[in-house]
C-alpha cells in the first residue's frame, strides 16, 4: 500500500484500514523525480501535498551570494509539504537528494479528509509538530553542539527516524547526503565536515560506504551526539540493540 510507510512512521496513533483506504483514495497521482530537482520552489502557490514514497528529499534556503543552509530532511513515510495545505505556499525549497517517488494529495482531498476523518486529522497534525520539534533540536545542534556533535546527532537521528520506517538493516540504513549536503545541513565546510568524519572514524563509531551508514557503537556515538530520541515522538519503538563495540573499523572513504 502506498500508505504504509507513513503508517510505519505515525505511531502515535494507528492507522486502521479505513485510514489507509481514504488517504489512499485521496491520491490523484504518482510520480517519479530525479536527483537534484527542486519539486517545491519557495513562494509558489500550492494546490497540493506531497507523500515521500521512496528516496530523500531536503528543505533548505539560499542567500544572495549562492551559499546554502538545509534546513531538514526527509526520508520515504514522510508528508514534505503538508505545511502547505493550510499555508498554501512555503517559504523555503524542496530539493531531491535522490531519485524519488512520490504521491500528490490535492489540497481539497485533505480539507475533506479533515472534516469527516477526526483521527486521521489528528495524525496528519501530529506529523507536523514532529517536524517542528526537529526544527527545534537542529536549531540546538548548529547553535550549540560541536562539529563533530552535529553529525554525531543527525546520523542518530536519521538512524531512528530509518528504523521507525522499517528503513534500516539492522545497525546499517541509507544515508546519501554528499560531504558538502551534510556541511549544509550542520552548517560546516565540507573540509570540517570531513575532518569531523574522520573524527567518528577514529572513535570507531560509524563506517560509510556506497551511500550507507553502519552504527559500529551506538552508545558511543550518541554519547558524542547527547542524543536524546524523545523529541522525535516515536512512541513505541522496540530499544535499540547494538554490541558495544567493533573488533575492527571499516575505512570511511575519501570526500
Not at 512512521?9 to 489512499?24: F, G, S
Not at 517519479?32 to 497540493?48: C, E, F, G, K, Y
Not at 537542529?138 to 560541536?146: H, M
Request: overall charge neutral; hydrophobic content about 40%; proline content about 4%.
Amino acid at each position: 500500500m502506498l500508505t504504509e510507510l507513513f503508517a510505519n512512521m505515525e505511531t502515535l496513533d494507528v492507522l486502521d484500514e479505513r485510514d489507509r483506504y481514504a488517504l489512499e483514495r485521496a491520491i490523484s497521482q504518482v510520480t517519479n523525480v530525479p536527483a537534484h530537482a527542486t519539486i517545491v520552489r519557495a513562494n509558489s502557490r500550492l494546490t497540493d501535498s506531497k507523500l515521500l514514497l521512496d528516496g530523500y528529499v531536503c528543505r533548505c534556503k539560499d542567500l544572495a551570494s549562492g551559499q546554502r543552509q538545509i534546513v531538514g530532511l526527509h526520508l520515504a513515510g514522510d508528508f514534505i509539504d503538508l505545511h502547505s495545505f493550510l499555508l498554501k505556499k512555503l517559504d523555503h525549497d524542496i530539493v531531491t537528494l535522490t531519485p524519488v517517488r512520490m504521491a500528490s494529495v490535492p489540497h481539497a482531498a485533505l480539507e475533506r479528509l479533515t472534516e469527516e476523518n477526526p483521527r486521521l486529522t489528528r495524525i496528519l497534525w501530529h506529523s507536523t509538530l514532529r517536524d517542528s520539534s526537529v526544527h527545534r533540536e537542529w536549531i540546538l545542534s548548529i547553535g550549540q553542539r560541536s562539529g563533530i556533535g552535529r553529525i554525531a546527532h543527525l546520523i542518530c537521528e536519521m538512524y531512528m527516524r530509518s528504523r521507525a520506517a522499517g528503513l534500516t538493516d539492522g545497525a546499517s540504513f541509507s544515508f546519501p547526503l554528499t560531504q558538502i549536503e551534510l556541511g549544509e545541513a550542520c552548517g560546516m565546510t565540507s573540509v570540517h565536515t570531513n575532518r569531523m568524519l574522520q573524527q567518528l572514524r577514529r572513535e570507531q563509531t560509524v563506517a560509510m560506504s556506497m551511500k550507507k551508514v553502519r552504527i559500529l557503537d551506538w552508545d558511543r556515538l550518541a554519547d558524542i551526539a547527547e542524543f536524546d530520541p524523545a523529541y522525535l515522538y516515536l512512541n513505541g519503538l522496540a530499544p535499540l540493540s547494538f554490541p558495544s563495540r567493533p573488533a575492527q573499523a571499516i575505512r570511511l572513504p575519501a570526500a
